[in-house]
């Protein structure tokens, strides 16, 4: 009897990818992402770094408009600006006008995504009517809060007055706190539809299960706000906190279409001394050296921001 032993079939090799194709490939992929990036690193080093630099260059130079070319002085612009008292108070104005705008806005877009957020008739209008002061140019904005504070035809007058809860009309423009108060209101009013719509995409997400869940246990609705709905937008809070700080931080048309800064330096941030150095004194070195301290005040929250940001990607 022949008995047959047979060999298994042997696969043949599989030969790998040549490595010179695949570098080929991978220098066209580099090529290719280096292209997509190429115009936003040109528009940055454009917009951003190298003015910047510029700025930091000629703030340690004394330049104005009667000299024919800047003569260097080190840091001799910080030091007179962190030993003159004004900027002390440019300072302060400044701190008071970020942490009350942001605060007031903050409350503000809450309370009224919390308001959209429930059904009723004609919500689809109401929040696109809620948009109108963010799309409305800021000047715009600015003339209208010029109207409804002015001393003596102003629409707030007139309300309060007619009250009874002042017995003359308030020069609020004319006065330090009322001016800022005036600033902070107009600020705040522009910037709630953008917090408002950071809100209510938060409260999107915010699970049905667990308000009906909270409710079962008792929760009135102050209970539901402060035990789901309050947790589930603290993200969303921090980071909306961090950006609107950012944005009061770089604030100025609003500012100086309303009080050009003053009286007397009430009203004047950091924003406006950097202008009222480059076109009002003609001392470029001096608003260069402000400028560059406006700048790394808006860096501190940006870092805070990039931090978290890069925290919830990971």
Known sequence: MNTTTSVPAVPPAIEPAPRRRAGRLKRHERRAGLLLVAPTLIAFIAVILFPFLESLRLSLYKFTIDMDKPAFVGLENFRRLLADGDTGVVWINTAIFVVATTALTFVLGLAWALMLNQRFKGRGFVRAASLLPWVLPTTVTAFLAAWIFNGQYGVLNAILLQLGLIREPITWLAESGGAMA?????????????????????????????????????????????????????????????????????????????????????????????????????????????????????????????????????
């Not at 999107?204 to 789901?228: F, H, K, P, W």
Request: aromatic share 12%.
């Open 182 to 314: 005036a600033v902070i209101v107009t600020k705040a009013w522009l910037s709630v539809p953008l917090f408002m719509a950071f809100f209510l995409a938060g409260l999107q997400g915010v699970s049905q299960d667990q308000v009906d869940a909270a409710r079962v246990d008792g929760c009135e609705n102050t209970g539901v706000l402060r035990y789901v709905v309050l947790p589930h937008l603290a993200p969303t809070m921090i980071i909306v906190t961090i950006l609107g700080a950012m944005g009061n931080l770089q604030a100025f048309d609003v500012i100086y279409a309303l009080t050009q800064g003053g009286p007397i330096k009430s009203t004047t941030m950091l924003s406006v001394e950097v202008y009222k150095q480059a076109f009002q004194n003609w001392d470029m070195g001096t608003a260069c050296a402000v400028g560059v301290l406006w700048f790394i005040t808006i860096a501190i929250p940006t870092v805070f921001y990039l931090r978290i940001l890069f925290k919830r990607e990971a």
